[in-house]
């Protein structure tokens, strides 16, 4: 009889189909998470114009959606730890297609807030279950790859968002967001026929299953498997999964405080900037159509839209350059250059004019670092805390983005009208303190084992050795 720990099996069986296939069905949800993220920002002037709101009616109208991501962060983690990974995305994409597709039937604000903010806490319960259902299934040495195919999702996600932004005024803002929904549908299909995470399982006491999944993981990978194979716990599991008490305990405050107070920077900062963006690159007079002659109603045309897109492109080689570093000389480093390099391009841009394309540039590498530093927190966070808490784990880092991202729609409307160079030299100040604290980050977790239990920390301590 072949008997085998979690861990053992999975690094056994290497990157195959089983592993291709649970990273790519996850990293359609950070496409679409950026995506949602960029519309919002396009559309907001468009929504503006269609039901004529004030900048704070906008700006109340925003701050709902990321109320809602942030409770559907909460959630996710939780339910995704209770009922497992596969069950709570697919629960979260039925409900998510379900409240799109009425928002987009409502034609007026209050309703169509209202359902789209449903919409929203339905995005959010997903996220936290597909990074845990993606990372669960990968072999220590690969799960960088994954937060790089991720990345790079995330990046075409927020390129797809501002070239789709300039059909809103030919098409319809209606037409383009149905059509830009279809990616869910997909992804639901896939989950459905997805088997659920090994290791949850397990921790849950549901062996057998465990063994089946493990079984077929193995075959589908080349691998010899042992009819009398047998899938042992590492040690018992002796806390309730799913509890955000336990995230506070004397053995994990000291990490959840830090990731807590770097992730909040990246909220406040990049969330304004990246609805802001339309704005800042599009501000010479002769970029902006005002179609209406009114204040509150105009679209970036193909000049502006051309330096979005600009933006966006130091997310095609910082993003993976990032994960580079992190697998070579580990995760805290990483976030520490991350925080860093974002602090000093944000000083830079101040120099630069606005709207132009080397100002594009310079606040897109600074947006693009501090990103690819949450991509490296989130693989951080997925290897550091243990099964029963992974899902609520990664929901902590969801909820506390955008509870940053809170007061993203006021600031937005503060850099655009008052001082954006003071903004930019506050985010750059902030950051740069957030560089700071990842240098005390005592635990690295390169090529570590992924733990089941908080007793596990305590039992495998070469784990959670620098």
């Not at 496409?31 to 519309?39: A, G, H, M, N």
């Amino acid at each position: 009889m072949t008997t085998l720990s979690v861990d053992q099996a999975i690094e056994r069986s290497g990157c195959g189909i089983s592993q291709y296939t649970y990273v790519s069905a996850s990293s359609g949800i950070f496409f679409l998470e950026l995506l949602s993220l960029v519309s919002d920002g396009i559309l907001l002037p468009i929504i503006k114009c269609e039901w004529n709101l004030t900048s704070v009616q906008a700006s109340g109208y925003l701050l709902s959606t990321r109320v809602a991501f942030c409770l559907g962060g909460a959630v996710g983690g939780l339910v995704g730890d209770k009922i497992g990974r596969r069950k709570s995305i697919i629960t979260g994409l039925i409900f998510q297609i379900l409240m799109t597709t009425i928002a987009l039937n409502c034609y007026t604000v209050v309703w169509y807030a209202f359902f789209h903010a449903l919409h929203k806490i339905a995005f959010g319960v997903i996220m936290p279950s597909a990074q845990a259902l993606a990372l669960e299934s990968c072999p220590a040495a690969k799960r960088f790859l994954v937060k790089v195919v991720f990345g790079y999702s995330g990046c075409a996600g927020a390129v797809f968002g501002a070239v789709v932004g300039g059909y809103y005024e030919y098409f319809g803002w209606r037409k383009v967001q149905l059509l830009v929904t279809f990616p869910c549908y997909l992804a639901l299909v896939i989950f459905t026929f997805l088997d659920s995470s090994p290791r949850h399982l397990l921790v849950r006491g549901k062996q057998k299953q465990a063994e089946v999944i493990v079984k077929k993981l193995l075959k589908r990978n080349g691998k010899r498997v042992d009819d009398q194979f047998c899938l042992v716990k590492d040690s018992d599991i002796r806390e309730t999964p799913g509890s955000y008490r336990n995230l506070f305990s004397d053995r994990l405050a000291r990490h959840s405080y830090k990731l807590m107070y770097i992730i909040l920077m990246k909220g406040i900062f990049v969330s304004t900037l990246y609805i802001s963006m339309p704005y800042l690159l599009g501000s010479k007079k002769e970029e902006i159509d005002i179609p209406n002659h009114s204040e509150n109603c105009y679209s970036v045309n193909s000049r502006a839209q051309s330096k979005l897109l600009t933006a966006f492109l130091p997310d095609l080689f910082i993003n993976p350059g990032l994960l580079i570093v992190a697998q070579c000389y580990g995760r805290r480093k990483a976030i520490s250059i991350a925080m860093t390099l974002s602090a000093l391009t944000f000083l830079l841009s101040v120099l630069l004019n606005f709207g132009s394309s080397a100002f594009s540039l310079a606040i897109g590498t600074a947006m693009a670092a501090i990103t690819a530093g949450r991509g490296v927190i989130m693989l951080y966070t997925a290897e550091l805390y243990p099964t029963t808490l992974r899902g609520v784990a990664t929901g902590m880092i969801w909820v506390t983005d955008n509870v940053g991202s809170f007061l993203s729609p006021f600031l937005a409307e503060f850099v655009i009208l008052s001082a954006p160079r003071l903004f930019i030299c506050i985010a750059a100040m902030g950051i740069g303190v957030s560089a700071i604290i990842a240098n005390t980050l005592d635990t690295e977790t390169l090529n570590k084992p992924l733990v089941a239990s908080i007793s596990d920390m305590s039992t495998k301590k070469e784990v959670f050795t620098v």
